[in-house]
């Protein structure tokens, strides 16, 4: 195989699951314009959900592998920098990150960025895409 | 059409969603037992699960309607009488019959069941499938 | 392989995909009569479906092919049988069998089951899930 | 939480169904062009499906609320603006849009953005993603 | 919690996935009639599916856990006795009980219930869901 | 109509499926780094996936149409230069393609998308998406 024969980068996806529990709040509001504000999603025992986590890595073919990463490699990086922090867990109780900052979707998907930029080669692209619920799912960065 | 075309009973299925917040615990037991028994299910901060339900009944279909049992009628039933009580709740903390019982996907499907049996007409079988992930589910009665 | 190793009889499904236009009506009723039960459903231009079509054939394994009845043929029954018949279609207007029924979910699947049964091995049990939605669906026989 | 952190902008999805009838033909063209071009689409009584409906919303977090949009808010304005008019209707028939244009997905998928724009922030930028099968689907702007 | 609440029995089930090369074929047939009887199945350099699996326990509840049987120890039983010896195998080459059995997913299914049922609880019934693509699947014993 | 409604182009997106037999291999390493490097998805005898593809063609819509281009004609193609080729075969033996070329979902991608690329209207742009597992896929172009 030719590297050449690639002149556009691919993408290479892996998803992951994690499950949670959370609530939503400003801290910086009284109770009363949290629950106008974030309604059941306010609740003060908390709600959870099942999170589909997909990691998308953005660039060209290493003509030795046929890979961009090996998505085997990536599983195992998402499992130990993510999911051992996240899964099962409640997100505004136990993860450091959201210790002040209000776990939305949006929110979440930005520090699971975060965490994982670093981690991976600084030539490649980066994306979160993040599933709250079916209906419901981010992706950053836009 | 003829009633009699139907020699046999057909089931209908409604399928609906709710996210809730749990943990798994025997209050009997001490937190070492617990631990042991339910893992991370055993987070005393919680985590949480977007489950979907499938409610199952089953009779004859109504000639007038072509119906069991309108799937409109019951979706209006789930949602007054199960998703209004545990969508965006903890379960162990804000629902009344997980007071006393630990809120499994088998227990979950059992209250279901016993909420919705006295409310479905008492002619049709009832059935509850309950996902807790995309991975786990139940059936009650099997 | 030896025959006897299967105690059991076994169930092989084949999911095909049609899309048609219906509505609910029952036609010795009047207009408001039949807005009052079957609601949106009712539209007189008609509203339409994807509906998904699981149909389940149980039987004994035959032990020269290791199959109860050939997936691919089954396929191709389905797709002469119903397929060609209901695909984009209008139920009510273009398909025989509801000039006189209700075109429900139930009706629907009772129909396809009447007109697979004579086609499939009168040794095999035959069972008809039909999807209206991913959140309706029936099975006949229950 | 520091507004700074986030140095792009985030999708927000939300995701809709909505059934319908249609039939595609191009009133301009004699009966036998359309079906050449449009086939079993061109079908005069109607054929239908579940539409699954994608509204994707892009823009920066809002740092007090952790949104870039409230998905109740935006299901709430995918009901009102678009699934009221659509959802259990005939397309070509009962929704005044599509009476001087062919109901195809990409023609739904660009109605149904055109509704939107205006309702949506103009800071936000805005796209369609639309089901018309799990097979076939569209997305508008590209 | 009463032991008494469950009249009836409960069924867990437990998702996985493994992936496979297999071909289809009887050792005792000519190469004309596989070909005529499995047709692309019976390609002589094999093809592949990602089989998805479903392990299907019933069993009444223990009213100490709340469980049938706990589904992450049905998961690691299913990979030590099931996955670890199918998935990135080639069926008719590297799995010993495939050496003399057409591995159609009938009898894929009979081999995973043979192997599960001596490590399951007698007193469980045991059921094998198994997905050959997404539209062909297998359920045994019926 | 009017064309100058559209001021962007559409995407268009046709999903296929094909199931293949697969190994990963650099024949320029020896046993041992191939299995270092490879893993399980290096085992000789071959694994296999069933493979999602979805194929995405952007462009202006044609205003007599409504299509971008039509989504049967897109299918026909995908199954006459890619399906023909690939459905239930072993990559590495039976497709010329991947006689010296490493069978990665990125490659696969890449090979799709040059037999595609000069069969699709040059206006148009293409884009592959292929899904290895439901939890593996890639994209090209990225």
């Known amino acids: 195989m030719n ?4 002149k556009y980068k691919t993408t290479v996806i892996r998803r992951e699951h994690f499950n949670a529990a959370h609530r939503l709040e400003n801290s910086a509001w009284d109770g009363s314009r949290n629950r106008d504000v974030f309604g059941k999603c306010n609740n003060v025992n908390y709600h ?17 592998t046929g890979f961009v990463m090996d998505a085997k490699v990536l599983s195992d990086l998402i499992n ?17 990150e959201f210790q002040d900052l209000n776990p939305t ?3 979440i ?3 699971i960025y975060s965490i994982l930029r670093s981690k991976i080669n600084s030539n490649h692209d980066l994306k979160i895409r993040l599933y709250e619920t079916p209906r419901n799912y981010v992706e950053y960065p836009a």
Chains 1, 2, 3, 4, 5, 6 share one sequence.
């Open 3 to 6: 590297e050449n024969l690639f």
């Open 48 to 64: 959870g959900h099942n999170y589909e986590l997909e990691v998308m890595v953005t660039g060209f073919v290493d003509p030795l």
């Open 80 to 96: 130990s920098e993510v999911l051992d922090k996240f899964d099962h867990q409640n997100l505004n109780v136990d993860v450091e």
């Open 105 to 107: 979707a949006e929110n």
């Open 109 to 111: 998907a930005f520090v």
